[in-house]
Nanobody, 120 residues
């Protein structure tokens, strides 16, 4: 599975962005997908995960009610809609495919990352 994350950019606080994670490979539709982020000078952290069917999702507390993950297996794409963005959401965002979980080790395949910058 190869993953390509896109959709990052510069946005003002309170704004919105939609990230996409496009995948190639036959196993994508049977894989969970997670989004992680790495703020400047900090460790990579879990943001949200979605299981293979889209029927289960799990969000870290700081993004609940603001971010929404979804997937379209026919298009081999997972989306992360980010609303009410805050400066603390600034990070490089990575998508990853693997087993449904919150740890980086749960995911075997990683995209290259897309920068999200939220100005105050």
């Amino acid at each position: 599975v190869q993953l390509q994350a896109s959709g990052g950019g510069l946005v003002q606080a309170g704004g919105s962005l939609r990230l996409s994670c496009a995948a190639s490979g036959r196993t994508f539709s049977s894989s969970a997908v997670g989004w992680f982020r790495q703020p400047p000078g900090k460790e990579r952290e879990f943001v949200v995960a979605i299981n293979w069917s889209g029927g289960s999702t799990y969000y870290t507390d700081s993004v609940k009610g603001r971010f929404t993950i979804s997937r379209d297996n026919a298009k081999n794409t997972v989306y992360l809609q980010m609303n009410s963005l805050k400066p603390e959401d600034t990070a490089v965002y990575y998508c990853a495919a693997g087993v449904y979980g919150v740890r980086p080790v749960d995911y075997h395949y990683w995209g290259q990352g897309t920068q999200v910058t939220v100005s105050s």
